[in-house]
């Protein structure tokens, strides 16, 4: 096939909240012109950029352009949790141990090659340092069973020889102002992101360091023309003998890896911002992130004023949906559901309203792998984050401008090593089985 049509874009629902409590920044015009560039890379997220950096660190004559569909941190990049984890945390197991010693030391090994390169970009381009926290994180457990789920991650944590401290509920009292925990575990090395900012920010350094970045402009079409590849876009071609999709879950709109990606949606919320009042009702420290014991239970954040405003994200509830658009009212009824997990964590300040509430695309295949590879002649992939993009897509864009460069890396190893996606059940049996699967997972974490 030399010919690839888009036959969905992205629509986000609701509004990436990380994005709209910045100041405003002026957005990148979209592509109004035709343009020849050596790399075209499909997607301005964690991948796409990350793919941008690492190809400018290895080759500065190279033209590079990034075509992004919507603005930058608009999508999945500006709508996660900001978890950027360094440890094994598979959200398919019980207790987030991966797939054993040998592969979890690799792993790891890898996420804190990812954090690296994000820490020299932050470092190399003035990024933020509030956007870029190396506070670490706590797994929060709410109930015994979950403590028990603490204790098995501990030890497995133990024999990869990795640091952890448990916690117990006075310490999180301290640490939340919440008395909903019983116990937490507390590893050092997670960064905590304020995911639009350092998307953004990247996203600015690389335009300072002579990349091209369009915002706003969806590319239609990747065609073949001679050695290269024509995109279309609204307003102007790009032509270029080497192109990346860096799209994730809408690798499969041009054609690729059909039913055997998983489009997952992740839904939060964001409080308004907290007044003097509710903060001190609230006590506790200005900022913390616990993801929950239960991969299936619900993340919750507390960031401050220098990451845009004192806040606390609720994250819990998720649909498998193919067609990849969730609806305002999947939103709406995921909103009502923080409302009840927030007031469970905060009595004291249930009244807080929600200021934002949204939707957010991952995509997951079921044997865990991603799709990082040379799909056609001069047509690389960096995608499906397997929902943990920060370090995931960071890899697997470093991967793929490796792939571009002909370099052979421990990165791009890694991923060629792995199978392809496995193949899915046929919809509508998949969607419905999936979606019961995660209802019933979720009520089974719900004090989590
Ligand atoms: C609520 C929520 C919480 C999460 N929490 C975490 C967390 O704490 N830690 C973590 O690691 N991960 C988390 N994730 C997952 C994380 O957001 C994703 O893994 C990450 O964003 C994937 O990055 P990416 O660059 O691969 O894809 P994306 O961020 O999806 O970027 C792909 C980009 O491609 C663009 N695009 C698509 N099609 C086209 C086209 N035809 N033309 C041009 N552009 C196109 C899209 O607009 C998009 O901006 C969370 C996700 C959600 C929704």
Redesign the pocket.
Known sequence: MNDHK?ER??VHRGPAAWNSILSVQLASPPLETDLTVDVAI???????LSAARSLRRNDPKLRIAV????GLA????G???????DLPHDLQSEDYAGKGVAADKAMISLNRAAIGFAREAVEEYGIDPAFFDPAGKINGAASTTGHDLNVSYADHLKDLGETSEMLDAKAMLEVTGSRHYFSGLYTPGTVMLQ?AGYVRSLGSGLRRDGVDVFEN????RVKRSGAGWDLATPRGRVSAPKVIL?????LE?FGFARRRLMHV????SMTAELDKDTLSRLGGQPRWGITPSDPMGT?MRRIDTAQGGNRIVT?TCASYLPGMVPSEAAVARSAKVHRRKFADRFPNIADVPMEFSW????CLSWNGVAVMRELEPGLFS??C?N???????TL??IGAADLVLGRRSEISAHFLAEDQPSRLAPSPFAEIGANLYFRWKEWRARKE
């Open positions: 888009a874009l992205p499909v997607g301005g997220g964690f991948a796409g075509l992004e569909a919507s608009e999508g999945a990049s709508r996660n949790s900001g978890f950027m984890i995911p402009t969806p590319v239609t860096a799209n994730n879950g809408h709109s949606f992740l839904y939060a993340t994250r939707a957010g695309h991952l960096a995608c984050d929902g943990l993009g920060t370090v995931r897509s697997t864009g």
